[in-house]
């Protein structure tokens, strides 16, 4: 196997509200020999809520953010679910519509781009899966993480709808009962949580206009997983992590009962099982502390 | 080639309740052999008459069609008349939980008092509103592209998979709900229909509308006819600011807000989208914000990056935007 390469497509939080999930992604493509090249001209993914507005605008972004991961002819990985899901559902809708992709094409020649659909869009966490390989990166684990019992969330945006999800990946996975998260943890030595909310929503795309909704659906997720015996949390998703990690007071009020518990981002995880260190993984910049690296 | 048929061993755990004699719901465990070609009202049938007479639910057509039999396996909304057992093994292993659409709103086993999801079908005026000529002088034609508009969302069978299966419906009791935003969809979408504003304005109200809407997939995943229900809510959202229904609150600026924040830096600026939906209401984020701040998670406005080519984002913005606000 040469070395993996892939187009990093950021998000915008990793670059703001969640600085410690660009450290951790870097350390641990680092530690695991994987190139990312960043893509720097990349925009916001309209973050599910400005195809709401502007559909065709949204389509527009998203195919030039992928034009320029074809220009590098490389697999476009992301790190946050909701850019994956807006990333592939362009994708997915452009492969399937000649008239919507000349459309697109129309605007995107423009400013001398051309979506073509020649780069696939995959969220980190299946690239390692699928590509990398778990086994492998059991080998590599130096601190095993045997002493933790470790609380998969997996985030609505990565798992449904899963025809399209599916499509970005090579591993099958089931929304009801997905697997892949769970699998990672147990490659990094610890013990996983079974629990009702591992696949359910953690209201963040309602924080603004329904905060008590929202507020419930987070605190039921770390009822969930503290119920299941969890030490911690684990996510591949930025967004649910700044709802699990940073809202927990509004949470804890909402569904009458104090809730907190340590949130990690996927990356942080495998960087903690290759023996980075807790500055390498950004651990000093969780709301709700991580007392145990 | 030949079609074989295999069997296993599959223990179901069933929910009983009895609403006029039951304090409390039970369960009960069956352990039966089942065949690759049973579906999973085949079992509650077996059950019903094999076990318990007294066991209940509701079935009808046994074709998809009727809508009654929806229930849950492990969680996941279904029609029991067309989910086959082998692929619920195959997702869940051979422990499957039987249970009704909402254990909260059960009467009788699987039957369930459907009537908040009726309230919410009728709430949203579930047919065609048209001033119709009682003696027109020519056919009120549709034409296929306008009938494909509806993108299925005629299919609807009301079995309330999607309904049950909403988080919020769990939370909010306002809330339409997705069977109920994919009906208005429906009418929305036809030509015929002259109720446009009437109905969304209806649907732009904060905690009933399309607003509350978590985005989790969960109705467009267990829809057993692919009628895309969370793609209609954002149909419906469009519509909303294409008829200039969307009044400004903080939801219809939170989606707008991206776009601004798009033309000023190609990444979003997180601090400024938030004072943008809320307005003076940002204040109570400030809390959360200091919290935030001390641990490096607030990015300051002179460290706020922007996207490389920016030109190329603006002038797309320019190009190719269709609404307006």
């Known amino acids: ?45 309209g973050a599910s809520h400005l195809q709401d507005y502007d559909d065709f605008l949204s389509l527009v972004l998203n195919a030039r953010n992928i034009a ?106 089931s929304s009801y009962n997905p697997s892949s998260l769970d699998d990672l943890i147990i490659a990094c030595g610890g013990q996983t949580v079974d629990y009702e909310e591992k696949n359910k929503c953690c209201g963040f795309h309602v924080e603004l206009q329904a905060p008590h909704t929202a507020a419930v659906l987070t605190g039921n997720a770390i009822a969930g997983a503290t119920d299941g015996n969890a030490d911690w949390m684990v996510t591949p998703c930025p967004l649910c992590h700044l ?11 909402a569904i009458g009962r104090d809730v907190a518990l340590p949130v990690l981002h996927m990356q942080q995880m495998i960087g903690l099982a290759l023996g980075c260190s807790s500055a390498e993984l950004g651990l000093k910049h969780h709301v709700t502390e991580v007392d145990f690296a | 080639m030949e079609h074989t048929i295999t069997t296993q061993e599959v223990n179901f755990k069933v929910f009983r309740f009895n609403a006029d004699e039951d304090y409390l719901p039970y369960y009960e465990d069956y352990k039966m052999e089942v065949t690759s070609e049973e579906v999973v009202l085949d079992i509650l049938n077996r059950i019903k008459w094999d076990h318990d007479g007294s066991f209940s639910y509701r079935r009808s057509c046994r074709h998809g069609i009727c809508g009654t039999c929806a229930i849950k396996v492990n969680g996941r909304s279904t029609l029991a008349c067309k989910e086959s057992l082998n692929d619920m093994v195959e997702t869940f292993g051979s422990d499957l939980v039987i249970e009704p659409l909402s254990k909260k709103r059960a009467i009788k086993d699987m039957i369930i008092d459907k009537g908040d999801f009726w309230e ?89 509308g399309v ?115």
């Open chain 1, 1 to 45: 196997m040469g070395k993996l390469k892939y187009a990093l497509f950021t998000g915008c939080t990793a670059k703001q509200s969640t600085p410690e999930q660009m450290l951790s992604t870097m350390a641990i493509a680092e530690k695991l020999d994987i190139e990312l090249v960043e893509l720097t001209e990349a925009s916001c993914c």
């Open chain 2, 211 to 325: 607003w509350d809407c978590v985005k989790c997939m969960e109705c467009a995943e267990v829809c057993p006819k692919d009628v895309d229900p969370i793609g209609k809510i954002t149909k419906l959202h469009q519509m909303l600011f294409a008829e200039g229904v969307a009044k400004s609150n903080v939801a219809t600026r939170h989606a707008v807000g991206f776009a601004h924040s798009i033309a000023k830096r190609g990444v979003l600026d997180e601090g400024e989208l938030v004072l943008y939906s809320e307005g003076p209401a940002i204040v109570k984020h400030v809390p959360v914000a200091v919290k935030m701040l001390t641990k490096g998670k607030i990015c300051m406005p002179w460290n706020m990056p922007k996207s490389d080519n920016l030109d190329e984002i603006q002038k797309l913005v320019k190009s190719s935007s269709t609404a307006k606000f």
């Open chain 2, 120 to 208: 919410k079908n009728d709430a949203i005026h579930p047919f065609l509103i048209s001033h119709i000529d009682e003696h027109p002088e020519m056919e009120c034609a549709v034409t296929p592209e306008q009938a494909n508009a509806l993108n299925d969302a005629d299919l609807c069978i009301q079995c309330g998979a999607c309904h049950y299966a909403c988080p919020v419906m769990e939370i909010n009791e306002d809330f339409f709900g997705p069977a109920a935003f994919a009906k208005a969809y429906r009418f929305e979408a036809d030509v015929r229909d002259d109720a446009h504003t009437t109905r969304l304005l209806e649907l732009n109200e904060e905690k009933q």
């Open chain 1, 68 to 173: 320029y991961a074809e220009k590098h002819g490389l697999t476009m990985v992301t790190i946050c679910n909701t850019c994956q899901l807006n990333t592939a559902m362009t994708k997915h809708r452009l492969d399937n519509n000649a008239d919507l992709k000349a459309r697109v094409n129309e605007k995107l020649e423009e400013v001398g781009l051309e979506y073509k659909g020649t780069s696939m869009v995959t969220h980190f966490l299946y690239a390692i899966i699928d590509d990398f390989g778990l086994d492998k990166l059991k080998e590599m684990v130096v601190k095993p993480l045997s002493q933790f019992n470790i609380a998969p969330f997996y985030g609505c945006h990565n798992i449904r709808p899963s025809e399209l999800q599916n499509e970005t990946h090579k591993t099958p996975e």
């Open chain 1, 243 to 253: 709802k699990l990690d940073t809202q927990t007071g509004h949470a804890s009020k």
